[in-house]
């Protein structure tokens, strides 16, 4: 299979805007993955995460670092909600230079979604602390698909 490149946000992400009202204005139309709502098996062995991937992922993964302190109250709102901001800025890059196998693809989707919707949860009421703990959640098992120095092993859990 030659590598597909999709440019914009799968329909499941307008499907999730009816729980998340917002999130639209920082996404696409991604038309073409309506597959994703369907939970993709972890592959035998990780998938390769390209520079991208990488890029946008490790932004992410620092971001959601640094939320623990908002978690802790050492941080304030105005600063968690930047952090929310950078999470979704690295998901959006991630969405617009994605270029994968439609499997990586949906299984990739199938945490961004997710990690987007609280996010957007999370701006709408700050005092929500349980959307933090959802964020991470949501991309918990990107290192069960794709083998990412900047996360953890398979066995492990991101930070």
Request: proline share 6%; net charge negative; hydrophobic share 50%.
């Amino acid at each position: 299979m030659s590598a597909m490149k999709f440019s914009l946000v799968p329909l499941a992400v307008l499907a999730a805007l009816a729980v998340a009202p917002g999130i639209a204005s920082a996404q696409h139309d991604h038309g073409a993955h309506a597959h994703v709502t369907t939970p993709v098996p972890a592959p035998a062995q990780r998938w390769a995460a390209d520079a991208n991937l990488r890029d946008g992922m490790g932004r992410i993964h620092t971001a959601l670092g640094e939320l623990r302190h908002y978690e802790m109250g050492h941080m304030d709102a105005t600063m968690a909600l930047d952090r929310v901001g950078l999470i979704e800025q690295a998901a959006a890059d991630i969405f617009a230079k994605c270029k994968l196998e439609p499997e990586q693809d949906a299984a990739l989707h199938g945490m961004l979604v997710p990690l987007l919707g609280a996010a957007q949860k999370l701006k709408a009421d700050p005092t929500d602390m349980a959307q933090v703990q959802a964020m991470r959640d949501a991309v918990a098992d990107y290192p069960r698909y794709f083998n990412d120095p900047g996360w953890a092993t398979a066995t492990g859990h991101a930070h």
